[in-house]
């Protein structure tokens, strides 16, 4: 399996251009492109794990993002995600699951023979790849396990219309939202929604910065990562941002991305104080209007985390998990998987491994 080390060049992305078709934006190149430049890892070396296709070498199958991070005396081989990651997969040209985990699992013990820990998140557990590549991890000796990592709800649309949705939502949304969206009027309510990469963009970027900075929420540890992901999304057509103002000043800001007929509802904020006036609430139906009626979406994914409000809109919880691996074979792995397992686990293991030998 090639390795590359550093930024993704024109080369590779050449390379990876029949592996843009893929169903989450989250798995695109771009995404992991911006993700590496603006959210840098810290104390890790970023690589590019590329499979070339055994008919055409100057085809890649697949592409694993990566960071092999050294901490104290244990060595692990993470997936390029952090806490902006809703899902993580490789990119995967269709039917390429076995052979990119065969590899990744080639590589990891014998290109990194040092590597104590494997630990990949976010991940659909059901997903081919998951489970392909604990049975190659498996393969090469490595014990493994998968943890939770958060609880995901999404809304399956069913060809509805946006006024049919709204209908079946509870008498909290279908009667507060009309009147506060009344009252509201009389103090100026404005919305604009940008979708393109249009004159707008920097304007809306900006106030999204200014709602953020002035809601509840804790500031951003990279402030570049969301300005870079509007203008890719807006480049790419993915980009739905929604700035509510009210008497001209913005109050409240909801960014969603849509490709290939999901919505995912990604950042969303007001300003403090603006909550009894409904602000999120009236935003998030603009926005559920545009992506039901206009984009014709079958999805809507409300991201990461089991909020309580979130079940209100959606119609469905599905969970995101990570697969951890450890080595066997070096005498941290196994420390760490005492520390992952606890002793009494750890002892199956142990005998099941010897006596495999």
């Given amino acids: ?16 251009e029949p592996l843009r078709m893929q169903s989450s934006l989250f798995c695109m190149p771009e995404w992991f492109l911006n993700l590496a430049r603006t959210a840098p890892t810290e104390h890790g070396d970023i690589r590019f794990l590329i499979s070339e296709d055994p008919t055409n070498s100057a085809r890649a199958v697949s592409c694993f993002p990566l960071v092999s991070r050294q901490e104290g005396l244990t060595h692990t081989i993470e997936a390029l995600s952090n806490f902006y990651t809703p899902i993580f997969s490789p990119i995967l040209a269709p039917g390429a699951e076995q052979i990119t985990a065969d590899e990744f699992a080639r590589y990891v013990q014998e290109e990194a023979p040092n590597t104590d820990v494997v630990d990949l998140h976010p991940m659909d557990a059901d997903s081919d790849f998951f489970v392909t590549a604990q049975q190659a991890l498996q393969r090469r000796g490595y014990w493994t396990d998968k943890y939770f990592c958060f609880g995901n709800w999404y809304l399956e649309v069913q060809g509805r219309s946006y006024a ?35 004159e707008d963009l920097d304007w809306a970027i900006k106030a999204y910065q200014e709602v953020y900075a002035k809601s509840w929420k804790r500031p951003e540890p990279y402030p570049d990562f969301i300005p870079g992901l509007c203008r890719l999304a807006a480049e790419k057509s993915w980009l739905r941002l929604a700035i509510l103002s009210l008497g001209g000043a913005p109050v409240a800001a909801q960014l969603w991305l849509v490709k290939d007929g999901t919505a995912s509802i990604y950042k969303l904020a007001y300003v403090e104080g ?17 992506v039901i009626d206009t984009d014709k979406v079958s999805i809507v994914d409300y991201g990461m985390g089991d909020d ?10 599905r969970e995101r998990h990570g697969l951890i691996a450890f080595n066997s074979r070096r005498p941290i792995g196994i ?23």
């Fill in 164 to 198: 049919e949705y709204f209908r079946g939502l509870s008498s909290k949304i279908t009667k507060n939202v009309p009147r506060d969206r009344r009252r509201l009027n009389d103090l100026g309510l404005s919305i604009k929604l940008i979708t393109s990469n249009c």
């Fill in 1 to 16: 399996m090639p390795v590359h080390t550093g930024a993704l060049t024109q080369d590779i992305l050449a390379c990876l």
């Fill in 274 to 290: 603006y909550g009894k006036h409904s602000v999120g609430n009236i935003l998030t139906c603009e926005l559920m209007e545009y």
């Fill in 308 to 317: 309580p409000y979130k079940k209100e809109w959606m119609s469905h919880r």
């Fill in 335 to 357: 420390l760490a998987a005492s520390r992952h397992f606890g002793g009494k686990r750890l002892k199956h293991l142990l005998n099941h491994f010897r006596n495999k030998k």
